[in-house]
């Protein structure tokens, strides 16, 4: 089954404590990109990447990292966490030269 | 700057009946996309639709189908016979036909939809 998977669902931290989302898509899609989802505030992206090594911000990279050393994977990565990333995560994932994103179920993540 | 507006943040309708969800968007570029995306509660989203603005005809997905007016900039949804698992949030959405790579994507902020039985 097509599919982007996330890792963890949901997860509750404390203020500097590194973390990491995973990203996996099994599609052979060159694109990726991380979303967060906030009331008010919509779908806003933190990162993308047009294929491996490949990665360039968006319109809010502040505080997150990524990296892409292989095709099907792009974690999301957490250095100290602050209560401002409290959200919802999404990752995505399409063809290049296509429209149609394919988004993972989600992460959502509270830091306290 | 591109904007997205759903002005509607709540809407519901009955089983088998129609519901039409808003959606505005201001650009100054004539040549552009619309999406509808579907959230449902498990969260995954999902497209619903797409749009090309130069295309004159309205898109049309099987229960799904845009009202698409260029010159109000206006792109709303129609859910035709709706069905129960069509209760989600759904986000319209735009891109300029000229966003380079990342094809970015404007969201509106959502109009949660409700079906009742």
């Known amino acids: 089954e097509a599919q982007v998977t996330q890792n963890p669902r949901y997860l509750i931290t404390v203020t500097g404590k590194k973390l990491t989302v995973t990203c996996s898509q099994n599609?052979?899609?060159?694109?990726m990109s991380w979303y967060r989802q906030d009331p008010g505030l919509g779908l806003r992206q933190i990162y993308y990447?047009?294929?491996?090594?490949?990665?360039d911000k968006g319109d809010v990279p502040e505080g997150y990292k990524v990296s892409r050393k292989e095709k099907r994977n792009f974690p999301l990565i957490l250095e100290s966490p602050s209560p401002n990333q409290t959200s919802l995560y999404f990752c995505?994932?399409?063809?290049?030269?296509?429209?149609?994103?394919?988004f993972g179920p989600g992460t959502r993540l509270t830091v306290l | 700057a591109q904007t997205v507006t759903q002005s509607q943040p709540e809407m519901s309708v009955q089983e088998a009946e129609t519901v039409t969800l808003s959606c505005t968007y201001d650009t100054s570029e004539s040549d552009y996309y619309l999406f509808w995306y579907k959230q449902p509660p498990s969260r995954q989203m999902i497209l619903v639709i797409r749009?090309?603005?130069?295309k004159q005809q309205n898109a049309t997905e099987n229960r799904f189908s845009v009202n698409f007016q260029k010159a109000a900039k206006s792109f709303s949804l129609k859910i035709s016979d709706s069905q129960l698992g069509d209760a989600a949030m759904y986000f319209c959405?735009?891109?300029?036909?000229?966003?380079?790579?990342?094809?970015?994507?404007?969201w509106g902020l959502g109009t949660s939809l409700a079906v009742n039985p």
């Open positions: 959405a735009y891109r300029r036909s000229n966003a380079g790579n990342n094809r970015k994507l404007i």
């Open positions: 749009q090309e603005a130069y």
């Open positions: 990447s047009m294929n491996v090594e490949v990665t």
């Open positions: 599609m052979n899609h060159e694109y």
């Open positions: 995505a994932s399409r063809k290049t030269g296509a429209d149609e994103q394919f």
